[in-house]
């Protein structure tokens, strides 16, 4: 017989209770979880993605099998292609993304901080064809050398 229980648990994360991990979908990106995946039972993640590296590869093309999709952007910018169009995403705006849309991140700025939440939690991310070229990066400013 079918579990039709839904958990819907009180969620309540500090800033300190998670820590920035690196396990996530990309090597590039740190991750820290906002337990929104345990508190839904899985049926929603919410976390907060920020960049590790700079963009040299970025995502490649590619889709989410996922319900729901948004990216509110905290901090920074990023530049993404959602099907054949190039899309600046700054600080403060937000993105929903269509369940199925072909779409690549490949640049985005030293200090880009978003909170990305998906349902389900654990929505899968597939290899995808691209419908047009991507721009390059932006490379990031050479740290000064200190001495």
Sequence with gaps: MLDKTI???FSHVRP???PWKGQGLRDFFLYRDLGVAQATGGR???H???ANSAPEKGTGWHTHSAEF???LMLKGWARFMYEDKETLVAAGDCVHQRPGIRHFLFDYSPDMEY???VGPADFG???AEGPAPV???TPWPVPAASG
């Design 69 to 71: 999709h948004i990216v």
């Design 44 to 46: 929603v993640i919410a």
């Design 125 to 127: 991310t597939h290899d």
């Design 135 to 137: 721009p390059s990066p």
């Design 7 to 9: 958990v819907n648990e």
């Design 48 to 50: 907060l993605v920020r």
């Design 115 to 117: 909170l990305e939440v």
């Design 16 to 18: 300190g209770d998670t």
